[in-house]
T-cell receptor, first 115, second 119 residues
Framework: DADVTQTPRNRITKTGKRIMLECSQT?????MYWYRQDPGLGLRLIYY???????NKGEISDGYSVSRQAQAKFSLSLESAIPNQTALYFC??????????????FGPGTRLLVL | AQTVTQSQPEMSVQEAETVTLSCTYD???????LFWYKQPPSRQMILVIR??????QNATENRFSVNFQKAAKSFSLKISDSQLGDTAMYFC????????????????FGQGTILTVHP
């Protein structure tokens, strides 16, 4: 089974709808991240969490919110979806310590289309 | 500002040959980690190689190696004996290591280089 999973893998929604993307991990990492990928722009950070009680905004957090329900679960919500939020969304995790510290491991991505 | 520049939007190579992808970055920190990620058509982001900035020795992983020049803030990826399965978008990225800085723990990505391996 994959270490980092995302649901759904693909989603089509309409402008103004609320949508939640979910991420779960079995790697035991404390840190979790949400990124967005647009063509030609690489990946940009939306929100990140260093533990259950720590939530921080990334560079493009407007229009998004997150919830860290447990160490292993980190959800991203679009409160009122708009077409320019159409993108590929990735969840990632990393460990603070150990031989692979600061290395981020990514989920398979969620492709979101907002009509 | 934390930035990563990949100056080659697209590259191609023949199977079994060697190719080098370029990356330069800018950070005010002295302690950080650098990465190359691969994104094949399946869209999965796959870690290729990792380098710690305080280590002078260049990292290697099988056919993949890096040329890390800290003073020049350059981090290129060399792929030897290229295979068809190496066809993908390659992203260079770094994360600052020092606690307390606003960029701590956050990956900054370049825009990517599309690599095509031809048979």
């Amino acid at each position: 089974d994959a270490d980092v999973t995302q649901t759904p893998r693909n989603r089509i929604t309409k402008t103004g709808k609320r949508i939640m993307l979910e991420c779960s991990q079995t790697k035991g990492h404390d840190r979790m991240y949400w990124y967005r990928q647009d063509p030609g722009l690489g990946l940009r950070l939306i929100y990140y969490s260093f533990d259950v009680k720590d939530i921080n905004k990334g560079e493009i957090s407007d229009g998004y919110s997150v919830s860290r329900q447990a160490q292993a679960k980190f959800s991203l919500s679009l409160e009122s979806a708009i077409p320019n939020q159409t993108a590929l969304y990735f969840c990632a995790t990393s460990d603070f310590s150990g031989t692979e510290k600061e290395t981020q491991y990514f989920g398979p991505g969620t492709r979101l289309l907002v009509l | 500002a934390q930035t990563v520049t990949q100056s080659q939007p697209e590259m191609s190579v023949q199977e079994a040959e060697t190719v080098t992808l370029s990356c330069t970055y800018d950070t005010s920190e002295s302690n950080y980690y650098l990465f190359w990620y691969k994104q094949p058509p399946s869209r999965q982001m796959i870690l290729v190689i990792r380098q710690e900035a305080y280590k002078q020795q260049n990292a290697t992983e099988n056919r993949f190696s890096v040329n890390f020049q800290k003073a020049a803030k350059s981090f290129s990826l060399k792929i030897s004996d290229s295979q068809l399965g190496d066809t993908a978008m390659y992203f260079c990225a770094f994360v600052n290591k020092n606690a307390g800085g606003t960029s701590y723990g956050k990956l900054t990505f370049g825009q990517g280089t599309i690599l095509t391996v031809h048979p």
